[in-house]
């Protein structure tokens, strides 16, 4: 946590041990310890995020009908990618992408994948429960994440989060999503 809030304080140009060792509290040795250098501390701090934000937006919606709970899911994905956090974490992907994106790995990719998984898993467990029937769940789940992403980038690069108009347009992005089901 500590980490973050430094890189989102100071940029990855001003991110430094020191920095992240005063702000936690701990000897820089500590950090060191587990994390020779800034690319594999940013790398883990990254997995660390995605983690978390993963289980947060999962949380969400949990018990409620599946367009209710991909409603509320749509919304919050929204304002937690255009929020100054989002902001962070999308430097922060694109600069792994760059670090470490030579062949290994692909961040940006990864991240996409296991959002497909998810969403897939909740879409086939609705046609295994006979709320709904797809043909095909992968195609149905890339079309969901994809205008989700889409709507995302509109919004980042027209105007600042609106919480009514995003909610209302989750609303009629899940109606109509599941209609056409």
């Not at 709970?69 to 929020?83: D, H, Q």
Request: proline residues 2%; negative net charge; charged residues 25%.
């Amino acid at each position: 946590e500590a980490g973050w809030e430094v890189l989102a304080a100071h940029g990855f140009e001003h991110f430094t041990y020191d920095r992240v060792s005063r702000h936690a509290r701990i000897g820089k040795v500590t950090i060191y310890n587990r994390f020779p250098g800034k690319a594999e501390f940013l790398e883990a701090l990254l997995k660390f995020k995605v983690h978390q934000r993963r289980m947060s937006i999962m949380a969400i919606g949990d018990g409620l009908p599946l367009v209710e709970s991909f409603c509320k899911r749509a919304a919050a994905v929204v304002e937690i990618l255009i929020s100054p956090d989002g902001v962070m974490m999308e430097r922060l992907v694109e600069w792994c992408d760059q670090e470490f994106g030579k062949d290994e790995v692909n961040y940006r990719h990864a991240m996409y994948e296991e959002a497909l998984v998810h969403i897939e898993t909740e879409l086939r467990q609705a046609v295994a429960d006979k709320v709904l029937a797809i043909g095909d769940v992968s195609l149905a789940a890339r079309f969901w994440l994809e205008g989700l992403i889409g709507h995302v980038r509109f919004l980042g690069n027209v105007r600042a989060f609106n919480r009514e108009e995003t909610e209302s347009w989750a609303r009629s992005y899940s109606e109509f999503f599941f209609a056409a089901l």
